[in-house]
């Protein structure tokens, strides 16, 4: 659907996207993650035709960004960070405004508007001015007013920052079935909870650059982190016990009837480690397991939290 190949862009002498690739796949969600200033809203402009890249190749459907910019517009919905609404408009009024900058009218027009107000939860407050509402409220008639024009893939540029609970969770549901129903999504956000339930794949993007790449499986070896496991038994385990772990686990270290367990595969290895056990004879007590998360991942890479 989208590939992105060694994408430049400068504000000034100031390289603000370096060399950027990535693809996403058709049905796909796609999340760029990195901290503030990273050059994601700057990577999303280009890709929306908002500004020229100043050297690579997008293409999107097939279609290049540049020389084929009228027919990538009618495939792209476009949510920007920065709101983009009328706040005299009723929020209907908004979205018919959209609809109607991208060619749409009459019948199909007006059903679609009530279908989207409907789809962000917004139906009932359709005649309400966008004025009065709440930051997550506006929000959520801004992804409706970028996908009046049923786009094949949409961008939503950090759609969650600064607000209340509840607009998130109808938010991030939102993606999540309109990606069921068909919906590529590029997805930036600098929340790596969000990224984790969101995205198929990721790109993790640091001063302009995409650091590291893959599905979150990928991205933790990448990170090349052991994942603790603690197992408590029934009984201090005998050598014979131990024994049976060795070829599974990385280290192993007890404290009477606790075992600390490091292994780089854990969800191959957990089954591996209580089959071992069971065949000895050990009984397990009780069991934890962690694994590493995107914020580790990150801080291994760049040796900076994510939200520094
Ligand atoms: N119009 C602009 N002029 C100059 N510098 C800019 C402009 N827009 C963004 N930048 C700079 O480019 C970098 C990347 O910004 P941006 O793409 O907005 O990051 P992100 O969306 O990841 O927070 C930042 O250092 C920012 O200050
Ligand atoms: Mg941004």
Do not use: W
Request: aromatic residues 4%.
């Amino acid at each position: 659907m989208l590939v992105v190949t060694e994408l430049h862009k400068k504000y000034g002498s100031f390289v603000a996207v370096d060399s950027v690739s990535f693809r996403i796949n058709d049905g796909e969600v796609y999340g760029l993650l990195g901290p503030n200033g990273a050059g994601k809203s700057s990577t999303i402009k280009v890709l929306s035709c908002l500004t020229k890249p100043d050297g690579g190749h997008v293409q999107i459907d097939g279609l290049d960004i540049v020389a084929q910019q009228a027919q990538v517009k009618t495939r792209i919905g476009i949510v920007p960070q920065d709101i983009a609404l009328y706040d005299d408009f009723s929020a209907k009024e908004n979205l018919l405004f959209f609809g109607r900058l991208y060619g749409m009218h009459g019948a199909d027009l007006r059903k679609r508007a009530d279908e989207l107000l409907e789809a962000v939860g917004l139906l009932e407050r359709g005649k309400d001015h966008v004025g009065s509402f709440s930051g997550g409220m506006k929000r959520r008639i801004n992804i409706a007013a970028g996908l009046m024009h049923r786009p094949k893939m949409v961008y939503l540029d950090e759609p969650t920052v600064g607000i209340d609970p509840q607009s998130r969770r109808l938010i991030l549901d939102l993606v999540k079935r309109l990606n069921t129903e068909g919906l590529t999504v590029l997805f930036t956000t600098h929340y790596m909870e969000e990224a984790e339930e969101l995205c198929h794949r990721i790109g993790i993007i640091d001063f302009g650059k995409i650091i590291a790449e893959g599905t979150i499986p990928e991205l933790r070896a990448v990170a090349g982190e052991v994942s603790p496991i603690e197992i408590e038994l029934r009984d201090v385990p005998t050598p014979q016990q131990l024994e049976a772990l060795g070829p599974i686990v990385e280290s192993l270290t007890v404290d009477g009837s606790r075992l600390s367990l490091l292994c780089r595969d854990s969800k191959t290895a957990l089954p591996a480690i209580l089959q071992s056990l069971a065949q000895t004879g050990a009984r397990v007590h009780h069991l934890e397991m962690d694994e590493p998360d995107l914020e580790t991942v990150f801080l291994k890479l760049t040796g900076r939290r994510l939200r520094d």
